[in-house]
Protein backbone atom coordinates (compact mmCIF):
# COMPACT_ATOMS: atom_id res chain seq x y z
CA UNK A 1 0.00 0.00 0.00
CA UNK A 2 1.17 3.63 -0.72
CA UNK A 3 -0.38 7.06 -0.06
CA UNK A 4 0.42 9.51 -2.86
CA UNK A 5 0.72 13.06 -1.28
CA UNK A 6 -0.53 15.34 -4.27
CA UNK A 7 1.17 19.08 -3.51
CA UNK A 8 -0.09 21.72 -5.79
CA UNK A 9 2.54 24.86 -5.24
CA UNK A 10 2.39 28.58 -7.17
CA UNK A 11 4.32 30.89 -5.67
CA UNK A 12 5.34 29.72 -2.16
CA UNK A 13 8.94 29.87 -2.26
CA UNK A 14 8.58 30.67 1.83
CA UNK A 15 6.74 27.74 2.74
CA UNK A 16 7.95 24.99 0.25
CA UNK A 17 10.78 23.80 1.47
CA UNK A 18 9.64 23.86 5.40
CA UNK A 19 6.20 22.18 3.98
CA UNK A 20 8.35 19.39 2.20
CA UNK A 21 10.68 18.64 4.78
CA UNK A 22 7.26 17.91 6.93
CA UNK A 23 6.15 15.91 4.65
CA UNK A 24 9.21 14.02 3.80
CA UNK A 25 9.64 13.14 7.55
CA UNK A 26 6.03 12.19 8.36
CA UNK A 27 6.07 8.46 9.51
CA UNK A 28 3.62 5.88 8.55
CA UNK A 29 2.13 2.33 8.64
CA UNK A 30 2.34 2.22 4.41
CA UNK A 31 4.82 3.87 2.03
CA UNK A 32 3.84 7.07 0.54
CA UNK A 33 5.22 9.50 -2.57
CA UNK A 34 4.65 13.34 -2.49
CA UNK A 35 4.07 14.97 -6.04
CA UNK A 36 4.67 18.36 -6.39
CA UNK A 37 2.76 20.36 -9.11
CA UNK A 38 4.10 23.23 -9.83
CA UNK A 39 1.01 25.90 -11.05
CA UNK A 40 3.76 28.10 -13.03
CA UNK A 41 4.87 29.82 -10.27
CA UNK A 42 7.14 33.06 -10.78
CA UNK A 43 9.42 33.34 -7.93
CA UNK A 44 11.81 30.54 -6.74
CA UNK A 45 9.52 27.99 -6.16
CA UNK A 46 10.71 25.24 -8.48
CA UNK A 47 14.22 26.09 -7.74
CA UNK A 48 14.19 25.67 -4.15
CA UNK A 49 11.97 21.92 -4.93
CA UNK A 50 14.79 20.94 -6.92
CA UNK A 51 16.86 21.37 -4.41
CA UNK A 52 15.29 19.48 -1.56
CA UNK A 53 14.60 16.60 -3.94
CA UNK A 54 18.47 16.90 -4.92
CA UNK A 55 19.17 16.86 -1.26
CA UNK A 56 16.28 14.05 -0.39
CA UNK A 57 17.15 10.14 0.32
CA UNK A 58 14.77 7.54 1.88
CA UNK A 59 13.75 4.07 0.79
CA UNK A 60 9.79 4.58 1.96
CA UNK A 61 9.15 8.09 0.11
CA UNK A 62 9.75 9.38 -3.38
CA UNK A 63 9.34 12.72 -4.45
CA UNK A 64 8.64 14.03 -7.95
CA UNK A 65 8.54 17.98 -9.74
CA UNK A 66 5.52 18.27 -12.48
CA UNK A 67 5.89 21.68 -14.34
CA UNK A 68 3.20 22.80 -16.02
CA UNK A 69 1.84 26.34 -17.15
CA UNK A 70 -0.77 28.17 -14.41
CA UNK A 71 -4.15 27.06 -14.69
CA UNK A 72 -5.15 27.34 -11.59
CA UNK A 73 -5.53 24.78 -8.31
CA UNK A 74 -7.85 22.51 -9.73
CA UNK A 75 -5.99 22.04 -12.43
CA UNK A 76 -2.75 21.06 -10.92
CA UNK A 77 -4.61 19.14 -8.42
CA UNK A 78 -5.78 16.85 -11.30
CA UNK A 79 -2.63 16.57 -12.86
CA UNK A 80 -1.18 15.41 -9.83
CA UNK A 81 -4.03 13.11 -9.32
CA UNK A 82 -3.31 11.77 -12.95
CA UNK A 83 0.27 11.28 -12.24
CA UNK A 84 -0.50 9.57 -8.85
CA UNK A 85 0.90 5.51 -8.21
CA UNK A 86 -0.59 5.16 -4.56
CA UNK A 87 -3.86 3.20 -3.42
CA UNK A 88 -5.00 6.67 -1.35
CA UNK A 89 -4.55 10.19 -2.21
CA UNK A 90 -4.21 13.06 0.04
CA UNK A 91 -4.51 16.83 -1.17
CA UNK A 92 -1.85 19.16 0.61
CA UNK A 93 -1.23 22.64 0.58
CA UNK A 94 1.68 24.05 0.23
CA UNK A 95 1.54 26.45 3.20
CA UNK A 96 1.68 25.34 6.90
CA UNK A 97 -2.14 25.41 8.06
CA UNK A 98 -2.20 22.02 7.74
CA UNK A 99 -0.10 19.16 9.60
CA UNK A 100 1.50 16.49 8.06
CA UNK A 101 1.76 14.46 10.81
CA UNK A 102 -1.85 13.62 11.44
CA UNK A 103 -1.84 11.81 7.81
CA UNK A 104 -1.76 8.51 9.90
CA UNK A 105 -5.37 9.48 11.36
CA UNK A 106 -6.95 10.79 8.27
CA UNK A 107 -5.87 7.71 5.97
CA UNK A 108 -6.83 5.05 8.87
CA UNK A 109 -10.61 4.57 7.70
CA UNK A 110 -9.85 3.93 4.07
CA UNK A 111 -6.91 1.03 5.59
CA UNK A 112 -9.13 -0.49 7.71
CA UNK A 113 -11.96 -0.44 4.62
CA UNK A 114 -14.67 1.65 6.87
CA UNK A 115 -14.62 4.27 4.38
CA UNK A 116 -13.70 5.47 0.60
CA UNK A 117 -13.26 9.35 1.43
CA UNK A 118 -12.15 11.06 4.48
CA UNK A 119 -12.33 15.00 5.04
CA UNK A 120 -10.21 16.22 7.93
CA UNK A 121 -13.09 18.53 10.05
CA UNK A 122 -11.26 21.78 11.43
CA UNK A 123 -14.25 21.94 13.16
CA UNK A 124 -14.33 18.67 15.19
CA UNK A 125 -11.54 19.99 16.60
CA UNK A 126 -12.64 22.36 19.09
CA UNK A 127 -9.45 23.56 19.98
CA UNK A 128 -8.89 25.18 16.51
CA UNK A 129 -10.17 29.03 17.91
CA UNK A 130 -8.51 30.59 15.24
CA UNK A 131 -9.65 31.53 11.40
CA UNK A 132 -8.33 33.75 8.96
CA UNK A 133 -10.66 35.59 9.32
CA UNK A 134 -14.66 36.31 9.85
CA UNK A 135 -15.24 36.19 5.99
CA UNK A 136 -13.42 32.83 5.41
CA UNK A 137 -15.20 31.25 8.37
CA UNK A 138 -18.71 32.48 7.45
CA UNK A 139 -17.82 31.27 4.16
CA UNK A 140 -16.68 28.19 4.82
CA UNK A 141 -19.64 27.42 7.06
CA UNK A 142 -21.85 28.69 4.05
CA UNK A 143 -20.63 26.11 1.41
CA UNK A 144 -20.99 23.51 3.91
CA UNK A 145 -24.42 24.54 4.57
CA UNK A 146 -25.37 24.28 0.98
CA UNK A 147 -22.85 20.79 0.77
CA UNK A 148 -25.68 19.49 3.39
CA UNK A 149 -28.76 21.26 2.05
CA UNK A 150 -28.37 20.14 -0.87
CA UNK A 151 -26.79 16.73 -1.12
CA UNK A 152 -28.56 15.42 2.54
CA UNK A 153 -24.46 15.13 3.76
CA UNK A 154 -24.09 15.80 7.76
CA UNK A 155 -20.46 17.25 6.64
CA UNK A 156 -18.65 20.03 9.31
CA UNK A 157 -16.17 21.18 6.87
CA UNK A 158 -16.75 20.69 3.29
CA UNK A 159 -13.92 23.21 1.80
CA UNK A 160 -10.88 21.41 4.29
CA UNK A 161 -7.58 21.13 2.32
CA UNK A 162 -7.14 17.46 3.31
CA UNK A 163 -9.73 15.56 1.27
CA UNK A 164 -8.53 12.01 1.28
CA UNK A 165 -9.91 9.34 -1.38
CA UNK A 166 -9.18 5.96 -2.46
CA UNK A 167 -7.27 6.36 -5.55
CA UNK A 168 -9.45 4.16 -8.10
CA UNK A 169 -12.62 5.77 -6.88
CA UNK A 170 -10.90 9.70 -7.56
CA UNK A 171 -9.44 8.66 -11.01
CA UNK A 172 -12.83 7.18 -12.28
CA UNK A 173 -14.72 11.04 -11.78
CA UNK A 174 -14.48 13.55 -14.63
CA UNK A 175 -13.84 16.90 -12.64
CA UNK A 176 -14.18 19.71 -14.80
CA UNK A 177 -13.40 22.83 -12.08
CA UNK A 178 -9.69 24.21 -12.58
CA UNK A 179 -9.50 26.59 -9.83
CA UNK A 180 -11.01 26.15 -6.43
CA UNK A 181 -14.18 25.64 -7.88
CA UNK A 182 -12.54 21.43 -8.53
CA UNK A 183 -13.26 20.89 -4.47
CA UNK A 184 -17.05 21.51 -4.17
CA UNK A 185 -17.08 19.49 -7.19
CA UNK A 186 -15.42 16.79 -6.53
CA UNK A 187 -17.67 16.73 -3.31
CA UNK A 188 -20.70 16.73 -5.19
CA UNK A 189 -19.75 13.84 -7.53
CA UNK A 190 -19.02 11.61 -4.43
CA UNK A 191 -22.08 12.18 -2.66
CA UNK A 192 -24.40 12.21 -5.55
CA UNK A 193 -22.67 8.66 -5.98
CA UNK A 194 -24.40 7.64 -2.46
CA UNK A 195 -20.80 7.35 -1.39
CA UNK A 196 -20.67 8.94 2.37
CA UNK A 197 -17.72 11.40 3.27
CA UNK A 198 -15.90 10.00 6.62
CA UNK A 199 -14.69 13.09 8.87
CA UNK A 200 -11.88 13.33 11.56
CA UNK A 201 -11.01 16.20 13.42
CA UNK A 202 -7.49 17.62 12.54
CA UNK A 203 -5.23 21.07 13.36
CA UNK A 204 -5.01 24.37 11.63
CA UNK A 205 -2.94 26.55 11.73
CA UNK A 206 -4.51 29.74 9.76
CA UNK A 207 -2.87 31.86 7.47
CA UNK A 208 -4.01 35.57 6.57
CA UNK A 209 -3.91 37.46 3.19
CA UNK A 210 -0.68 39.07 4.00
CA UNK A 211 1.06 35.69 3.71
CA UNK A 212 0.26 34.92 0.94
CA UNK A 213 -2.95 33.25 1.00
CA UNK A 214 -5.15 33.13 -2.38
CA UNK A 215 -8.54 32.26 -1.73
CA UNK A 216 -11.44 34.96 -1.48
CA UNK A 217 -15.06 35.75 -1.13
CA UNK A 218 -15.69 35.06 -5.22
CA UNK A 219 -14.56 31.28 -4.98
CA UNK A 220 -17.17 31.18 -1.98
CA UNK A 221 -19.58 32.43 -4.53
CA UNK A 222 -18.13 29.51 -7.41
CA UNK A 223 -18.37 27.11 -4.95
CA UNK A 224 -21.83 27.89 -4.00
CA UNK A 225 -22.92 28.23 -7.89
CA UNK A 226 -21.07 24.72 -8.40
CA UNK A 227 -22.75 23.15 -5.24
CA UNK A 228 -26.12 23.97 -7.35
CA UNK A 229 -24.96 23.18 -10.49
CA UNK A 230 -24.00 19.58 -10.05
CA UNK A 231 -26.78 18.87 -8.25
CA UNK A 232 -29.11 19.22 -11.22
CA UNK A 233 -27.13 18.52 -14.01
CA UNK A 234 -27.93 15.27 -15.47
Known sequence: MKLSVVMPVYNEEKTISQILDLVSKVKLTIDKEIIIIDDGSTDGTAKKVKEFIKNFKSKTTKLKLIGKSNGGKGSAVKKGIKESTGDIIIIQDADMEYNPNEYQ????PI???????????RRLKKSNKQYSGF???AGGVLVTFFTNFLYGSKL?????CYKTFDS???????????KFEWEPEVTAKILKKGIKIHEVPISYYPRHKSDGKKINWKDGVQAIYTLFYWRFKE
Do not use: R
Open 105 to 108: EVIN
Open 111 to 121: LSKKAEVVYGS
Open 135 to 137: AFY
Open 156 to 160: TDEPT
Open 168 to 178: KLVKSLEIQGN
